[in-house]
């Protein structure tokens, strides 16, 4: 039986971070494949990288991820506010939309 | 105030009996700091809640400031007073004892060596000589409270403001922490450079939700980076004066979509900004109702080295009536909860409002 085995290994390493993806590949005949993936992931540089490649800080909000923090009902439904009493302001005329 | 006062009916007050009051304390025999508050108090009876009196020392203190920059011995934030003699950071000054601390925007300042972080007279125990340490109890929202020991230096340079990409995507944060630094139009100059640098920008999220206002040479060159042309005018007793902002496009600051979050802390040209990019269709505002308190001071000089800051002008936005925003605020066209002590950046309910909008566009 002719046994070909493949050994793939991809490292990438970028910045502090790494990821690495290794596929190995065991067949046996064309009758009989056996397949294994091993996906390793050491770290991802992408996730763990604070900034941009220009230097730009990372928000750390996460769309997906982060979650928001729950508000006390006090702050979600806060009482009607009082409005200041208004003075009469100087007179003048209205500037049209229109000159936006 | 006679002359001058942008409300010609003093707001439904009498205000020659309010002078006459006040007249005769001071000629009873005020010192210093006696007429420093009587000054404020006679002010704060026209109730239009902005216009201020400085005391020579105050005036001072400013003004080191505008010509110099911050130049003060402490831990290096910059703080929005909250109720109960606490403080939230709104930013960290880099290289500063808070940086190197871990203190971060949104975390509370509770207590120094036990006691309050401010008085009621604006004395802010967190500054003190150079060299001292003091025990400060602090709280980041989510977490318990826990005490830290940090050591006042000297801390110079400008409010810093701060900003981020959020991960995954071209969209951009800028938070604008005052309009009183005549750096920040600079700084979000440099923000907005930095961040167009790896590609246009698909949404821009300006925080405004602690922006206490300031001057109109930081607000109209920070409004030019999103518009242009005429935006309103400024009307007194005088006459009207157009405020016309110049554009300079940053990458694709001009046309990028925006979300302005803003709320009860957005003052004076805080209003202002705010309600401009949402008149002018550039931004959709996030959070709660702005403070509405958008008139114009204008300083008067007294012989003392005091002054006083009076509300000369009413701000009439393009297409509403003079002083539109005037106590109720610009109204924000997506509600969400803006206390800024109740989450970090990560936690922030506004800000994950504004990117799902910005994603939706």
């Known amino acids: 039986m002719r046994r070909l085995a493949h050994l793939t290994l991809l490292a990438a390493l970028l910045g502090s971070g790494a990821w690495a993806v290794i596929a190995l590949r065991s067949e046996a005949g064309a009758a009989t494949t056996h397949r294994v993936t091993l996906i390793g992931l050491a770290s991802d540089s992408a996730a763990l990288a604070t900034t941009d490649p220009n230097g730009v800080r990372y ?12 508000m006390p009902p006090e702050v979600t439904n806060p009482p009607p506010r009082t409005p200041r009493a208004a003075g009469s302001p100087p007179a003048a005329k209205a500037v049209p939309s229109a000159t936006q | 105030m006679n002359g001058h006062y942008a409300y010609p009916d003093f707001r439904g007050r009498d205000w020659a009996a309010i002078r006459t009051t006040y007249r005769a304390m001071v000629e009873d025999g005020l010192d210093g700091a006696g007429l420093a508050v009587a000054m404020q108090n006679m002010l704060d009876e026209l109730g239009d809640e902005h216009s201020y009196y400085q005391s020579p020392q105050a ?18 934030v910059f703080l929005l007073p909250l109720p109960g003699a606490r403080g939230a950071v709104i930013s960290v000054f880099p290289g500063s004892p808070a940086m190197e601390a871990g203190l971060r925007p949104h975390d509370l300042l509770l207590e120094v060596d036990g006691g309050p972080i401010m008085e009621a007279d604006g004395t802010n125990h967190v500054r003190g000589p150079a060299g001292s340490s003091f025990t400060l109890r602090i709280q980041r929202p989510g977490e318990e409270p826990r005490t830290l020991t940090l050591t006042r230096r000297a801390i110079s340079g400008s409010t810093p403001i701060e ?12 938070l604008v922490p005052t309009l009183a630094d005549e750096t920040i139009d600079d700084q979000v100059r440099t923000a907005l450079q930095k961040m167009v640098a790896g590609g246009p920008l698909q949404g821009l999220v300006i925080d405004n939700r602690v922006d206490g206002g300031g001057s109109s040479s930081v607000a109209k060159p920070l409004l030019g980076f999103f518009t242009n042309g005429l935006q309103g005018r400024q009307v007194s007793r005088d006459g009207t004066t157009d405020f016309t902002i110049a554009r300079e496009d940053i990458g694709n600051s ?23 990019l949402a008149r002018s269709g550039r931004a959709i505002v996030a959070g709660a109702p702005t403070r509405g308190n958008a008139e114009l001071l204008t300083r008067s000089d007294f012989s003392d080295a005091s002054r006083a800051w009076i509300a000369t002008f009413v701000f009439q936005p393009v297409g509403l009536a003079p002083g539109a925003w005037e106590g109720v605020g610009v109204l924000p066209s997506v509600s969400v909860p803006t206390r800024w002590d109740l989450f970090n ?12 909008l910005l994603l939706q566009r």
């Not at chain 2, 005036?59 to 290096?76: C, D, F, L, M, P």
């Open chain 2, 254 to 276: 001009q046309s990028v979509p925006l979300v302005v979050l803003a709320g009860p802390d957005t003052v004076s040209f805080g209003d202002i900004t705010t309600g401009v």
């Open chain 2, 163 to 174: 900003y981020c990409l959020v991960r995954g995507t071209r969209i951009g944060y800028i």
């Open chain 2, 59 to 76: 005036v001072q203190a400013e003004e080191e400031i505008r010509q110099k920059g911050q130049n003060y011995t402490g831990i290096g």
């Open chain 2, 345 to 356: 950046e990560a936690t922030d309910p506004a800000l994950a409002k504004a990117v799902e």
């Open chain 1, 59 to 70: 928000c750390a909000y996460v769309p997906g991820e982060s979650i928001p923090a729950q």
